[in-house]
């Protein structure tokens, strides 16, 4: 019986018909039975008034699964009537020698000689038997090649909630995943608001909503970013409030939700994902590849939602803030290194907002309010709507647009500024600036430059000449590998465990790659790819950041790779130097390394080494320079910490 079946029978009235016109009806059901917990039913009937006071009958609920029974009660009733009001009934199933069939449901009412008989009969399942029912949906998917992400999320989707137990609850969401699946292999394909995506990044099945104005052409596509209260799960993803997408939607606007997954702080993948998401949503709907972009974030979202409005404010119309929690601005360092780190932090650029229309629901945090003073000194007064984001007029205020000043750029890495390529930084890890105006373009700390199209007659007083030589390799250049260790994120990565040098080696390489995989799981809800080093060449895994687990003795990829290239750190049997200094191998100090891949392809190589260089939380190794190597233990200060220059030197 196929599954949608068992729920529609529970669902539907089901009767068998008497000659002189009254019937038993299965009102409602638990959908599953599940062995040892209460199920529950209940049953009415249709009876004619001419047999209201017949009797008296008795009706009798059974359980049974391969011929064992496993609950039964009878319900006597004195007069027929009596079905009008129904019988509720709760039996506790016992566990049978077999549990692999379905539970057949019995349900009987006759008079004391059996001559007045109704009869209903119904198959109901078990959770083994949903389980067994979504593993074969999984073949079947696998058989016909079937790589949508949409029923490989349902599938995760009730991978999760069987590790929950058999809750009714839990039950239920089966059950309709089960459907849902169903109805897909029969070929179904209806739009949902959830949705699904494939990350390039880990080849992970992720979740979006996409919901849509039900006519009329859409005004934006609105992006939101809302801080979970607690984590998230595939299964438990909680909605945004009704009131705002209702707001939205009569704005006109079409709304996508970012899964942060497990980047609850929206300071890791979640970014990432972000441009992910807006991509899968444009595919899946053509009306959206034109519509106006809006960035709105909430609470840590709001966070985000700037940072990301700062890196890339030619691609937004707006910016939406709806109770914003922005992190404290500190006063920037004067030391240029320690400059340049601190403008990556949220906020630190509010020139680069100029031409984007700034809207808050709400006055926010005091951060947020000193933050929204420094955005406009810089020229951009932000738009605070009283009547909040339940109302339309928010969401109208977001498709504004803002006049663009010139505006004066802080430019951190090489990077796409519109028509302009950015190239090359003059010194790495110091903030350069570019700005234009009719007189031409102006820069400070840019060593490479190129553009599109035609620009102005002069650069930096200079008549423009575009480079024509190619940069020399390894440079940290646009295009090409420039770190740090966290950079293998920003692409498609595979973590290759090395098997060699001893099988104490190996077994630490291993324990050291498993805990990246768990740390990764938790924070991006993925499954890493990954290889052991045996069996590949040089140019194995194209397209793909490295991450190498051990070292060039104990990883037969590492080592080849070695060979092409010169490594900042040497290893040998004993120890591991870098940098004029050395350090035993058996204190097991934490190493990590990016270095740019011998193939100067753009692909980064990233080098893990003795125990985990990242904390519990967050991205794994975020935050970390181009190398580090700790302390002799966890809690003490690193012994190397390097982020190399443009010539990674």
């Not at 359980?63 to 129904?86: K, M, V, W």
């Not at 059950?175 to 494939?198: C, S």
């Not at 680069?352 to 709400?362: F, I, K, Q, S, Y």
């Not at 891949?597 to 985990?612: C, K, M, S, T, Y």
């Amino acid at each position: 019986m196929r599954l949608r079946g068992a729920l529609l029978l529970l669902l539907v009235v089901g009767a068998a018909m008497a000659a002189d016109g009254w019937s038993i009806t299965l009102a409602s059901a638990d959908p599953v039975v599940r062995h040892g917990l209460i199920w529950r039913c209940r049953i009415t009937g249709d009876i004619p008034t001419t047999r209201f006071s017949d009797g008296p009958y008795n009706a009798q609920v059974a359980l049974t699964q391969g011929g064992t029974t496993l609950a039964s009660q009878d319900f006597p009733l004195t007069r027929l009537g009596q079905l009008l009001g129904g019988i509720d009934v709760v039996l506790v199933p016992a566990t049978p020698p077999n549990g692999d069939a379905n539970i057949d449901l019995t349900i009987t009412v006759s008079d004391r000689l059996r001559r007045d008989l109704q009869h209903l009969t119904r198959q109901l399942p078990t959770p083994l038997l949903l389980q067994r029912r979504l593993e074969q949906q999984q073949r079947q998917l696998r058989e016909r090649g079937d790589l949508d992400p949409l029923p490989a999320l349902w599938l995760e989707q009730a991978g999760e909630l069987l590790l929950d137990g058999p809750s009714l609850a839990t039950c239920h969401q089966l059950l309709d995943l089960g459907g849902r699946l169903e109805r897909w292999l029969a070929g179904e394909r209806t739009p949902e608001i959830l949705r699904a995506l494939r990350d390039p990044v880990d080849g992970s099945v992720q979740p979006y909503r996409l919901h849509l104005p039900a006519e009329g052409p859409v005004t934006a596509l609105v992006v939101l970013l809302i801080e979970p209260a607690r984590p998230l799960r595939k299964c438990a993803w909680p909605p945004v409030p009704p009131a705002w997408l209702a707001a939205a939607r009569a704005a006109g606007c079409a709304v996508v939700e970012v899964y942060p997954a497990g980047d609850v702080a929206w300071n890791g993948i979640a970014q990432a994902r972000v441009w992910t998401t807006i991509a899968a949503a444009i595919t899946a709907d053509a009306r959206l590849r034109d519509a106006p972009l809006v960035l709105v974030g909430n609470g840590r979202g709001a966070e985000a939602a700037v940072a990301l409005a700062e890196q890339h404010p030619l691609r937004l119309r707006s910016l939406g803030l709806i109770e914003a929690r922005l992190p404290v601005s500190a006063a920037l360092p004067v030391e240029p290194h320690q400059r340049w780190l601190a403008l990556h932090r949220a906020g630190e650029r509010p020139a680069h907002l100029l031409g984007t229309t700034v809207v808050l629901a709400d006055a926010g945090s005091p951060a947020t309010r000193l933050w929204c003073g420094r955005l406009a000194l810089a020229g951009n007064v932000p738009l605070t709507v009283d009547a909040g984001a339940t109302q339309v007029e928010f969401w109208q205020a977001l498709l504004r647009t803002t006049t663009a000043p010139r505006r004066d750029w802080m430019i951190l890495a090489p990077q796409r500024l519109g028509r302009l390529h950015i190239e090359a930084m003059s010194d790495w890890g110091i903030a350069a600036s570019l700005s234009e105006d009719a007189a031409g373009i102006r820069t400070t700390g840019i060593a490479r430059l190129r553009s599109d199209e035609p620009l102005p007659a002069r650069l930096d007083g200079k008549p423009y000449r575009a480079p024509t030589s190619a940069a020399p390799a390894p440079r940290k250049h646009l295009g090409q590998a420039t770190g740090p260790v966290a950079a293998y994120a920003n692409g498609p990565f595979t973590v290759v465990i090395g098997t060699g040098e001893s099988a104490a080696a190996q077994a630490e390489n291993r324990a050291l790659a498993q805990a990246f995989t768990l740390a990764w799981a938790a924070h991006a809800g993925g499954r890493v790819r990954l290889v052991e080093d045996t069996g590949l060449s040089d140019e194995s895994l194209p397209g793909q950041h490295l991450v190498l687990i051990g070292n060039p003795r104990s990883n037969l990829l590492l080592a080849r790779l070695a060979a092409r290239t010169t490594l900042p750190v040497h290893w040998d049997a004993r120890s591991v130097s870098a940098f004029g200094q050395t350090f035993l191998r058996a204190e097991r100090r934490a190493l990590a390394l990016a270095w740019p891949h011998p193939a100067h392809d753009g692909r980064l190589l990233v080098i893990l080494d003795g125990r985990p260089a990242w904390n519990a939380q967050g991205l794994p190794l975020a935050g970390l320079p181009d190398l580090l190597i700790s302390g002799p233990a966890q809690e003490d200060p690193p012994a190397v910490e390097r982020t190399f220059d443009n010539e990674w030197r």
